[in-house]
């Protein structure tokens, strides 16, 4: 596998596993997520890592299989583009 490749898909792992260290042995409740603006803002940038690492990958090789990837970019365009 192409080493830009695994280093974005060990982006994606590293802002996954920091979004679920979050909410170690806390409950996942959304009204507490939007009043936390901290984490709020945190998770939203791993999202943002997440979607950038997901374009790339299909930008380097647009055959590459990924579960909604379209849905996990078109989720960090609307965080970034969206913040108004």
Known sequence: MDNDIKTWLYDILQSINEIDSY???KPRIFEEYV???KTKRAIERNLEIIGEAVNRIL???KNFK???AEKIIGTRNRIIHGYD
Do not use: E, G
């Open 23 to 25: 909410y170690d042995n």
């Open 59 to 61: 930008i380097k090789n």
């Open 66 to 68: 990924l579960d909604n």
């Open 35 to 37: 009043s936390d603006i």
